[in-house]
Every structure is written in structure tokens, then in C-alpha cells.
């Protein structure tokens, strides 16, 4: 990452001041160095305004990583260069939601690497989570695969967000189950979802004979 010096600081907050006045100050804190570089190429503050709106910016800055922001700021200058006049605030609402999903797709990897996701994924691990969402009945099953399976149809019924977060914590055992990707996951409708959770458990049941 480019770090800004400190003689330069008061001349790029004059520069956004000109260009959005008082959201000076949140740019340059919220926005990595090399996304305020960007926008000084611009050069004159009235250009910089008229070409980039202070609203698409603020979509940008609340992207959740400075990767994400560069890629977005790079990939609105490309459109702009492409299509002036048809570029506008829905396109980068759309580009800033799809850089967000992209975010949550590969961040199971992150999590699978983490020391805790490397324990084994032990019976009593899903029952501690089976009662703090009052799912206590899926401890009565003795098989690890079917324990989770069930699990994750019923938090589906319980609680959409919290079973497409358990499917992300433990993407690397519920695949082979589910055969789902994560992205495919995160769109699916609630009783999508639990009825693929209710096939895979009718499946399951089928080959161990239970």
C-alpha cells in the first residue's frame, strides 16, 4: 500500500474540500491512499465532482477492505471512460453488491485456515450450537453426518442468516453433503434450502440404513 506524506495532506483536503466539501475529512480517513490518488488525478476539483458523484464515493469508502475499494474505484473510472453519460449510481450500487458477495464467498477460506475452524468438528461442538438456537432435537442423532445435516435443516427454518452462516463456518463438511457452493447458498430462498437439507438427509439415512 502507497502511504500519503504529511506535507501532502492539507493540499488533498483543500482538493476534496473544493470538490465535496464537507466530506473532505471522511474521504480521505475512509478511502486507502490509493484510491485518493486516483481521484488527484483528476486534477481539477469541478472536473473531479461532475465526473465522479460524492454518492458513489460513499458507496465505495463503506466497501469492507481496501482491496475491495481499489478495485471498485478502478472498475468505475474504466465505465465512465467506456459510457460518460450511461454510467450511473445503480451500476455502482450493483458493482459495490457484487464486490461485497465476492468478499463473503472467499472468506470461508480464510476461516477453514483459522486454528479454530482446524479442531475437529466434534458431536458436542454441533450440539452446543443445536441448543443456543433451541434446535435441541438433532442431538438425539448419533451420527456425526446426520447430527449435521439436520442441524442445518432446521436453522434454516429457525434462522435463514444464521444457517447460511453455519453452511460458511463449515462449508468443507457440508459440501459433500449438500453439494452446494457457498454462492449458490447465499441466494437460495429458505425453503429452497431446507428442501435440498431434507433430500440430503432422506440420502444420508438411505445409505447408513438408520
Given at each position: 500500500?502507497?502511504?500519503?506524506?504529511?506535507?501532502?495532506?492539507e493540499q488533498i483536503k483543500n482538493f476534496?474540500?473544493?470538490?465535496?466539501?464537507?466530506?473532505?475529512?471522511?474521504?480521505?480517513?475512509?478511502?486507502?491512499?490509493?484510491?485518493?490518488?486516483?481521484?488527484?488525478?483528476?486534477?481539477?476539483?469541478?472536473?473531479?465532482?461532475?465526473?465522479?458523484?460524492?454518492?458513489?464515493?460513499?458507496l465505495i469508502a463503506s466497501l469492507p477492505?481496501?482491496?475491495?475499494?481499489?478495485?471498485?474505484?478502478?472498475?468505475?473510472?474504466?465505465?465512465?471512460?467506456?459510457?460518460?453519460?450511461?454510467?450511473?449510481?445503480?451500476?455502482?450500487?450493483?458493482?459495490?453488491?457484487?464486490?461485497?458477495?465476492?468478499?463473503?464467498?472467499?472468506?470461508?477460506?480464510?476461516?477453514?485456515?483459522?486454528?479454530?475452524?482446524?479442531?475437529?468438528?466434534?458431536?458436542?461442538?454441533?450440539?452446543?450450537?443445536?441448543?443456543?438456537?433451541?434446535?435441541?432435537?438433532?442431538?438425539?442423532?448419533?451420527?456425526?453426518?446426520?447430527?449435521?445435516?439436520?442441524?442445518?435443516?432446521?436453522?434454516?427454518?429457525?434462522?435463514?442468516?444464521?444457517?447460511?452462516?453455519?453452511?460458511?463456518?463449515?462449508?468443507?463438511?457440508?459440501?459433500?453433503?449438500?453439494?452446494?457452493?457457498?454462492?449458490?447458498?447465499?441466494?437460495?430462498?429458505?425453503?429452497?434450502?431446507?428442501?435440498?437439507?431434507?433430500?440430503?438427509?432422506?440420502e444420508l439415512i438411505k445409505k447408513n440404513?438408520?
Amino acid at each position: 500500500m502507497t502511504t500519503i506524506k504529511q506535507e501532502e495532506k492539507e493540499q488533498i483536503k483543500n482538493f476534496l474540500e473544493n470538490a465535496y466539501k464537507n466530506y473532505a475529512n471522511y474521504l480521505i480517513n475512509s478511502l486507502p491512499p490509493e484510491c485518493i490518488t486516483m481521484l488527484l488525478r483528476f486534477r481539477e476539483p469541478d472536473f473531479l465532482k461532475k465526473v465522479i458523484k460524492l454518492r458513489w464515493l460513499i458507496l465505495i469508502a463503506s466497501l469492507p477492505s481496501d482491496d475491495i475499494k481499489i478495485t471498485a474505484l478502478i472498475n468505475v473510472i474504466e465505465n465512465i471512460v467506456k459510457n460518460p453519460k450511461g454510467y450511473k449510481y445503480r451500476h455502482v450500487k450493483r458493482l459495490c453488491e457484487e464486490l461485497k458477495l465476492q468478499k463473503i464467498i472467499i472468506k470461508p477460506d480464510c476461516v477453514l485456515k483459522s486454528r479454530a475452524e482446524k479442531r475437529k468438528l466434534t458431536k458436542k461442538y454441533l450440539e452446543y450450537i443445536a441448543q443456543i438456537y433451541g434446535v435441541e432435537d438433532s442431538i438425539f442423532f448419533k451420527d456425526k453426518k446426520l447430527k449435521l445435516i439436520n442441524l442445518m435443516a432446521r436453522l434454516t427454518l429457525e434462522d435463514e442468516k444464521a444457517a447460511k452462516m453455519f453452511y460458511i463456518l463449515n462449508f468443507k463438511n457440508l459440501l459433500p453433503l449438500l453439494n452446494l457452493t457457498i454462492e449458490s447458498v447465499i441466494h437460495m430462498d429458505k425453503l429452497t434450502l431446507y428442501d435440498r437439507c431434507e433430500e440430503a438427509r432422506k440420502e444420508l439415512i438411505k445409505k447408513n440404513k438408520l
